[in-house]
């Protein structure tokens, strides 16, 4: 590893230490410490360990210049924010520039730091990406001339990370078209307008780049499906269109008719990668996806028992609001003592106050769950007597990140022989444009899953996104069951759902492979049913 990239992950290992609260001394131990294994491996477990201990936001905080740990702990304590978006809200608001020390041309600074870090890195996180491009989308909408405007390419095949931002816009003809093309030169933010007459690049004040699809209502059917792609799914229509006598010429309003035109049933947006979708609509196999409508349970949440700021009452509040008709409390075990873990002495006031909430609730059921750490050498953290006490047990990975593909597997392995977990958290440990995934035989744990009826969870943290969806795919082809986990720390979280539900498609899944699908009392069973097989 070169120089240079030794003092970045010092300089980072550095800044993640004093997000957490460690002092300076600590902070130049633990620099000491770490510089031979970063030099030997080009990585610090150290450092990957400590990620779990800070949002992934606030660390993306640290890139944008002029914003030190000392500010970004002082804009998270004040104002709660936690990532980019949340930060960039704040500083068009008013709310950073209210801060003591900060003002006007602070946040200024901090909008403009976004932008460029946005134009260097080139990459978004899904969610940023969505958000950026539903804005963007809005204010489309409402120019003179445009009929209807909608999101097209990665972001709408929900993929996890997405480099470019895709829009349609229908116009009504070629006149239209050319009115339209000097109006969006100068929608509110526009700074430059380039491209083709047919598809254009806006480039906004914010550092955005958007590219949009002008067509017609007779064209849009096809031009949707060629906005979104991916490029090899629309290749492969073409070649369709080629081999089985069908046409692409014409009108097609609406994707449906482009489909049936070629003999096929209309694909989902999220399968259109190239692999199997077209075969599958020809022949009639398409998954019926899972939807929203279909989750029945929210999983993986914690509350202020750990290190969530969240009670038990308001988790179940508003889950029940969200629609949902039962709860999974997951707080982390003891062994995680950076984030508030559950000690052992304290499990039986955290149970007292779920009997007392659902003694008053009505219309959820609040289950007693645990996120329990896999420790070095695959146990789970408390042991059997603790554990026994639980419903259920997310048994999730927050530590020595830097095993061998067999340590690890072993590690998990391990674990998995234990009847008491039900559920393998964030299988891979990734977090996306910032740390890879530990490394693991996959397949060996999916083999294992399905054997023994260990669910696996797809963690919807938008960082994590971990099952990676080729690997749910994967999953669901050798019979694994699939959670969807908000990992939620803030009711806030419960929209990390959606996000989770993307993945959980985009791995072609359908309603009885998700264990959120299930009733309170079918959920039960399943981690009773594991306990009693392998008893």
């Known amino acids: 590893m070169d120089r240079q990239s030794v003092s970045h992950t010092l300089q980072e290992l550095a800044a993640v230490l004093e997000l957490s609260g460690a002092s300076s001394t600590r902070v130049r131990a633990v620099q000491r410490a770490a510089r031979s294994e970063i030099l030997a491996t080009g990585r610090s477990s150290t450092l990957d360990e400590l990620r779990e201990q800070v949002a992934p936001g606030l660390v993306e905080m640290l890139w944008i210049p002029g914003l030190g740990v000392t500010k970004v702990r002082q804009i998270h304590e004040a104002l709660g924010v936690e990532s980019l978006a949340e930060l960039e809200a704040a500083a068009s608001d008013g709310r950073l520039a209210a801060l003591p020390r900060f003002g006007s041309k602070t946040a200024e600074s901090v909008r403009r ?7 260097a890195t080139g990459l978004r996180l899904f969610h940023h990406a969505r958000d ?5 989308r809005l204010a489309l909408a409402e120019l003179e001339g445009v009929q209807r405007v909608e999101i097209a390419g990665a972001v709408r095949r929900r993929c996890d990370v997405i480099a470019r931002l895709d829009l349609i816009a229908v116009h009504a003809d070629a006149a239209a078209r050319h009115a339209l093309i000097h109006r969006l030169g100068h929608a509110p933010g526009v700074t430059e307008i380039g491209g083709k007459t047919g598809a254009i690049t806006l480039r906004f004040a914010s550092g955005t780049v958007v590219d949009v699809l002008l067509t017609t209502p007779e064209r849009f059917g096809l031009d949707w499906i060629r906005a979104t792609g991916s490029a090899a799914h629309v290749a492969a229509l073409e070649a369709r269109a080629r081999t089985v006598g069908g046409s692409l010429e014409g009108s097609f309003p609406d994707e449906a008719r482009v489909y049936r035109a070629l003999g096929l049933a209309w694909v989902p947006p999220e399968l259109r990668e190239a692999d199997g979708e077209l075969e599958a609509a020809a022949a009639g196999r398409l998954p019926h996806l899972v939807e929203q409508t279909d989750l029945r349970g929210f999983l993986h949440c ?4 750990s290190d969530g700021t969240v009670t038990i009452a308001e988790w179940a509040s508003s889950c029940r609001a969200a629609g949902y008709g039962w709860v999974g409390i997951t707080d982390h075990s003891q062994s995680s003592a ?12 955290q149970h007292a106050e779920i009997d007392a909430v659902n003694a008053g609730a009505t219309g959820i059921l609040v289950l007693k769950g645990v996120e329990a750490d896999i420790l070095a050498d695959g146990s789970l953290d408390y042991g059997p007597d603790v554990l026994d006490r639980f419903d259920f047990v997310i048994g999730s990975i927050h ?3 830097g095993m061998s593909e067999e340590e690890m597997t072993r590690r998990v392995l391990t674990a998995m022989e234990d009847p008491r977990l039900t559920i393998l958290g964030h299988p891979t440990g990734r977090l996306l444009l910032q740390r890879e995934p530990y490394a693991i035989d996959l397949e060996r744990v999916l083999q294992t899953a399905a054997d023994r009826g260990i669910a696996v969870e797809v963690n919807a943290d938008p960082h994590r996104l971990d099952l990676d969806w080729r690997m749910v795919r994967r999953a669901r082809d050798l019979g694994v069951t699939i959670s969807i986990g908000a990992d939620a720390h803030s009711t806030a979280g419960i929209t990390n759902v959606a996000i989770g539900l993307g993945i959980a498609r985009k791995g072609w899944l359908e309603p009885s492979g998700v264990l959120n699908t299930r009733d309170a009392d079918g959920f039960l069973a399943f981690a009773r049913q594991r306990r009693t097989l392998a008893a």
């Not at 950026?132 to 963007?136: D, K, M, N, S």
Request: net charge negative; aromatic share 10%; no cysteine.
């Open 132 to 136: 950026e491009l539903e804005g963007v």
């Open 113 to 119: 730091g976004i932008a460029s870090l946005r134009q």
């Open 302 to 305: 914690h509350s202020h028992f």
């Open 399 to 401: 530590s020595r990140f």
């Open 338 to 349: 950076y984030s508030g873990g559950l000690r052992a002495e304290d499990v039986g006031q």
